[in-house]
C-alpha cells in the first residue's frame, strides 16, 4: 500500500515555494539553464492592492515602519488601521492556498487539544492547535508553507497536520492564553492621529475614484480612432550562444574575521552590512556598553515608549517588557524625543525614571545621557545610558553620538532596499 503523504502531494520538506527552484530532471541531450528570478511585489500586497483594500504608498509606509519595528507587513498594515483583520486572512488564504483558522473554533479550544502538542514546539514555530479530529491535528499557523514544522510536529504526534492560517497578532493572543506564552508588548493601540490620516486619506481616496468614474464616461463617450497600420513583422534573431562557466577549483573558505564592534571602525562597518533591525541595535548596544555600565534603546510606538535592547549587568526579557510608559509623561526620554538633541545630566526623580530604575534593581545614577534615532527629523528610537553601577564619571561621548547618526542612516539603508525589492 503506498505510503500517504502528509504535504498535500508535495514533496516532504519543501514549501511550495522552495519546490518552485528545483533544478530541472536531467536525460540524455539536457542542459543545465540559469534562471534569473527578478525582484517582485510580495504577493500578499499585490493582492491587497489589486482589491483596492490599500494603496502603494500606504504599503510603503507600512514597510518602512516593518524595518523600524520589525513584525509582518500584515500586522504592520493592521496597526495603521489600513486593513482589517478579515481583509489580511483573506489576503493570505488566497496567496498561501490554504484555508482560514475559524476565528470561533478558535475562541475556546479544548486542552486536551492544546496537549496534543508541547509547549516547546508550539514556541519554536509559532502554532497553535484548535481540533484534534480522528488521527489527524488541525493546526494555527502564521506560515502554513513551513513545511519543516508540519512534519516534525506530524513525527512527534504520530498525527496527519492540516494547516491554516492566522495573523501574527492573532497567534500571539492564541500562544498567551493557551500556553502562558507572553505577548510581545508590539500589538499598542494607535494613537488619534494615525486613524485621522486614514481617515484623511479615505476622503482623498473617495475623491480620486469619482474623477476616474466621470473620466471613464467621457471616454466612453469620445469617437472611436481610426484603425492603425498592421505592425511590421520582423524576423526574429536567435540569441548567440553564451560559453559555458569555467568551473573553480574548489577549496576551503578562509574564515572572516571578527569585528570588533567596540570599536569606532568596527561598529561603523557592521552598520553598513546590516542586513535586518536587530543587527544594528546589537552593534549599537555593543558599542554604546564599551562606554556606559548600563544601555537600554528604547523604541517610541505611536504614543508608547517600549525598552527594547539592553546591555547590563541586570538585563532580562522579563525586565524589558516592564519598562513601558506614555510618551506624553515628563522624561528624559519625551526630552529627547520632543527636541530632537541629546541629553546628558541628572536623572531626575519623577515616575518614569522611577520605573525604569526599579526594573534594573541597582542604584539611582546621578547622570544620564541619551541620544536619538531619527529619519527625516522624526525621532523612532532614543539610546539611554548611565554609570550607575559603579559611579564613573562620562567619558568623552561624542563618538557615540556619531555611531548614534550612523544607525538611523543605517535603518534608512534598510527601508530604501526593502522598497526596491517591494517596487515590480
Not at 514597510?63 to 500584515?74: A, E, T
Not at 471616454?219 to 559555458?244: D, F, H, N
Not at 541597582?362 to 553601577?389: C, H, Q, T, W
Request: glycine content about 4%; aromatic content about 8%; charged content about 25%.
Amino acid at each position: 500500500m503506498p505510503r500517504r503523504s502528509i504535504c498535500n502531494g508535495r514533496r516532504p520538506g519543501l514549501s511550495p515555494f522552495k519546490s518552485a527552484c528545483l533544478p530541472p530532471r536531467y536525460g540524455k541531450g539536457t542542459e543545465t539553464r540559469i534562471v534569473t528570478v527578478q525582484p517582485m511585489r510580495p504577493k500578499l500586497t499585490q493582492y491587497l492592492i489589486d482589491k483596492g483594500y490599500v494603496s502603494g504608498e500606504q504599503c510603503s509606509e507600512a514597510l518602512q515602519r516593518q524595518v523600524i519595528f520589525g513584525g509582518r507587513i500584515g500586522t504592520n498594515l493592521l496597526e495603521l488601521f489600513y486593513i482589517t483583520e478579515e481583509q489580511l486572512l483573506e489576503a493570505l488564504s488566497h496567496t498561501l492556498h490554504v484555508s482560514i483558522a475559524d476565528p470561533v473554533k478558535l475562541r475556546e479550544i479544548d486542552p486536551a487539544v492544546i496537549q496534543e502538542i508541547p509547549e516547546d514546539l508550539a514556541r519554536k514555530y509559532r502554532v497553535c492547535p484548535f481540533e484534534s479530529p480522528k488521527g489527524r491535528i488541525h493546526l494555527a499557523m502564521m506560515d502554513p508553507t513551513n513545511m519543516e514544522a508540519v512534519n516534525e510536529i506530524s513525527f512527534i504526534t504520530g498525527k496527519v497536520i492540516k494547516p491554516f492560517v492566522t495573523t501574527e497578532s492573532k497567534m500571539s493572543f492564541l500562544l498567551e492564553k493557551n500556553y502562558r506564552i507572553r505577548r510581545e508588548m508590539r500589538f499598542i493601540s494607535i494613537p488619534e492621529e494615525e486613524k485621522k490620516r486614514r481617515k484623511e486619506w479615505e476622503e482623498k481616496k473617495k475623491i480620486q475614484e469619482e474623477r476616474a468614474a466621470q473620466q471613464m464616461t467621457e471616454k466612453a463617450k469620445a469617437p472611436l480612432p481610426a484603425p492603425s497600420a498592421p505592425p511590421v513583422s520582423i524576423e526574429a534573431r536567435p540569441p548567440e550562444p553564451v560559453p559555458a562557466p569555467v568551473p573553480m577549483p574548489a577549496g576551503a573558505p578562509e574564515p572572516e574575521p571578527a569585528i570588533d564592534l567596540t570599536t569606532f571602525e568596527g561598529a561603523s562597518l557592521n552598520l553598513a552590512q546590516a542586513k535586518n533591525r536587530e543587527d544594528i541595535a546589537d552593534t549599537l548596544t555593543a558599542y554604546a556598553n564599551a562606554r556606559l555600565e548600563r544601555v537600554i534603546l528604547f523604541i517610541i510606538k505611536g504614543d508608547q515608549v517600549q525598552a527594547w535592547k539592553a546591555v547590563g549587568l541586570w538585563e532580562t526579557p522579563e525586565d524589558l517588557e516592564k519598562i513601558c510608559f506614555p510618551i506624553k509623561d515628563p522624561s528624559v526620554v519625551s526630552t529627547v524625543f520632543e527636541s530632537n538633541q541629546p541629553y546628558k545630566g541628572p536623572l531626575i526623580e519623577i515616575p518614569p525614571h522611577i520605573k525604569i530604575i526599579e526594573t534594573l534593581g541597582s542604584p539611582y545614577p546621578e547622570e544620564a545621557a541619551a541620544f536619538p534615532m531619527a529619519i527625516r527629523k522624526r525621532v523612532f528610537s532614543v539610546l539611554y545610558g548611565d554609570n550607575a553601577v559603579h559611579g564613573a564619571p562620562f567619558s568623552d561621548l561624542q563618538d557615540l553620538k556619531k555611531i548614534v547618526l550612523k544607525a538611523a542612516l543605517s535603518f534608512e539603508i534598510l527601508i530604501l532596499k526593502a522598497k526596491i525589492l517591494f517596487q515590480s
